[in-house]
């Protein structure tokens, strides 16, 4: 059974940092290369950071220098570490897993909500 579990949501002031983590289980994690999404309310979904499965990175250019995603295989987990969070950001993020030389099996989780509020 697939599944990608999102944790680290929650309510922070603008400025604040915040680090979420997304574990995946039910497939082969090194074979899929993994991204953050985030889709804030009346918004569509969009693209916050990608990482592949050597481990090279991109970014949304409004994210670029304050966010940063990293992996760890040997936990078959991926990680959002946010900073200088604006409330803007509010969004709620989900992971997504999109198989390297498969098309079409790409897995996402159920999101984490995001707050940035004073």
């Known amino acids: 059974q697939v599944q990608l579990v999102e944790s680290g949501g929650g309510l922070v002031q603008p400025g604040g940092s915040l680090r979420l983590s997304c574990v995946a289980s039910?497939?082969?994690?090194?074979?899929?290369?993994m991204s953050w999404f985030r889709q804030a309310p009346g918004k569509e979904r969009e693209l916050v950071a990608g990482?592949?499965?050597?481990?090279?990175?991109n970014y949304a250019d409004s994210m670029k220098g304050r966010f940063t995603i990293s992996r760890d295989n040997a936990k078959n987990t991926v990680y959002l570490q946010m900073n200088s969070l604006k409330p803007e950001d509010t969004a709620v993020y989900f992971c997504?897993?999109?198989?390297?030389?498969?098309?079409?099996?790409?897995?996402w989780g159920q999101g984490t909500q995001v707050t940035v509020s004073s």
């Open positions: 039910g497939f082969t994690f090194s074979n899929y290369a």
């Open positions: 997504y897993a999109k198989h390297i030389v498969v098309r079409g099996r790409n897995y």
């Open positions: 990482i592949t499965s050597g481990g090279s990175t």
